[in-house]
């Protein structure tokens, strides 16, 4: 671990850039889990360390190349650490900084979004939804369970409910089993997870039976 990287632990922005005139590389990576000094500011919650990182990464020509996504330990990035840990002002800072979303690890193949939702960090998902795009709710995991499914599973009903107004499928089946996010809840005991999924399909029935007899009085209406 350089100083840099005890530096961005820290929070210390303010010394970054002697560091790196100093000889320090912004891209450089620690032994144990190859983690750069972004990836332990983003950890962290350090928004101004993060946003001073991502601009000495971006006058650097090496780690310009991959920009705000450097892999660490099994190709975790820095918006996975700062999404798994709740910190949903770094998310948004690095969303804004160019970070792909889409990226997933290496061993659940699960990106910064499902890594939340497993979490509970609701307000984390509705952040790396509204900025990295709602196509993020159908991204698949090497087990082909959605976000609504690592919620539904770890029995988190406010992310369910997030997620599904946010457009979430509930249709949507896992890869072997077949699986959908409300059956995983039910096989897990999640009974509030069932009942938030249960509550918005009767909304969602009661809100067409309005719409339809409207359209039939209206039609009424018209033949008089």
């Known amino acids: 671990m350089t100083p840099l990287h005890v530096a961005a ?3 210390h922005q303010h ?8 000889g320090c590389s912004v891209n450089s990576k620690t032994l144990d889990d190859l983690c ?9 919650g350090h928004t101004r360390a993060v946003t001073v990182l991502a601009q000495l990464m971006r006058e650097d020509n090496e780690a310009a190349l991959v920009g705000v996504d450097p892999r660490g330990w099994l190709r975790t990035t820095p918006l996975m650490l700062a999404a798994q840990n709740g910190h949903s002002a770094v998310v948004e800072l690095l969303l804004d900084a160019q970070a792909d979303p889409m990226l997933t690890d290496k061993y659940f193949e699960g990106t910064a979004l499902h890594q939340s939702c497993e979490r509970g960090l609701t307000q984390v998902a509705l952040t790396l939804v509204k900025l990295g795009g709602d196509n993020l709710l159908e991204v698949r995991t090497a087990s082909g369970e959605t976000a609504l499914h690592k919620t539904a599973a770890a029995g988190y009903a406010e992310t369910a409910r ?5 457009g979430a499928k509930l249709d949507a089946r896992t890869e072997k ?3 959908t996010a409300r059956a995983v809840a039910q096989l897990r005991g999640h009974c509030n997870v069932v009942e938030v999924m249960d509550s918005y399909l009767r909304e969602l029935e009661d809100t067409k039976a309005r719409a339809e007899k409207r359209r039939a009085q209206l039609a009424e209406a018209n033949e008089l």
């Open 162 to 166: 997030a997620l599904i107004e946010a």
């Open 36 to 44: 750069t000094p972004l990836h332990l500011a983003a950890k962290a």
């Open 177 to 179: 089993s077949r699986l």
């Open 15 to 22: 010394v970054f850039r002697t560091l790196v005139d100093g």
């Open 9 to 11: 632990e820290a929070g």
